[in-house]
């Protein structure tokens, strides 16, 4: 095999696994959708599909991280296309993890008898579509190598970071007051704080595609 069908065969490899953490990023944020749809809505059977869904993108995650691997060894890749595959094996277990903060929100919904339906703080839909959007934005930058839109997706990190704390002091506050239900505001808060944690996943995405694009490793979060 000459020099130009290997350079196609790796080509091919490097799209197939790209297009993989596409489909898998869409999963990952569909979990985060539904997710909190079950909480808010305290619709059980959707929180179950979440948390059985969750065990696929575990599964698919090992199976990017093996394929990666496989190309390492048997392809020899290049400089840029070796800061690829790492870049590639980092992102997908941030979106593993981010996988599990989703389930984490569903767990709580097939828990409604122990946190009934209250009214849920249009923050947390605010929490959950800026979180979303950082993430989607966080892939196009991954698949399209733009290191600048890596940037400005750390940058709204602090916004996120600031109507957590909002919406924490918030919360903090109604905890003392007797007419609420305090166990409802506590799963508020762990739902804020995993939407908050999500944002930091979507950060260290925007910062593995700085590495992809340019070699260094910058610490955004």
């Known amino acids: 095999m000459d020099n130009t069908q290997t350079r196609a065969m790796l080509d091919d490899q490097l799209k197939g696994t790209k297009d993989d953490m596409v489909r898998l990023s869409s999963k990952v944020d569909t979990a985060i959708d539904k997710a909190v749809t079950a909480f808010s809505t305290c619709d059980v059977e959707l929180g179950r599909q979440v948390i059985a869904e969750d065990t696929d993108i575990n599964a698919k995650r090992f199976e990017l991280e093996e394929h990666c691997l496989h190309i390492m060894v048997t392809q020899q890749p290049v400089a840029v296309d070796l800061r690829l595959i790492i870049a590639t094996m980092n992102i997908v277990t941030e979106l593993e993890r981010i996988g599990d903060y989703a389930a984490g929100i ?116």
């Open 106 to 221: 569903a767990k709580l919904a097939v828990r409604v008898e122990l946190y009934p339906k209250r009214d849920i703080p249009n923050a947390i839909y605010q929490l959950t579509s800026q979180c979303r959007d950082m993430l989607r934005r966080a892939m196009v930058a991954y698949t399209e190598h733009d290191a600048s839109s890596a940037y400005a997706v750390a940058d709204n990190d602090d916004s996120l970071d600031s109507q957590h704390q909002l919406l924490f002091h918030k919360l903090v506050g109604e905890t003392r007051d007797a007419s609420q239900s305090t166990d409802h505001l506590l799963s508020v808060l762990f739902v804020a704080h995993n939407l908050e944690r999500i944002g930091d996943r979507a950060t260290n995405i925007a910062e593995r595609v700085i590495f992809m694009t340019s070699g260094k490793l910058t610490e955004m979060n």
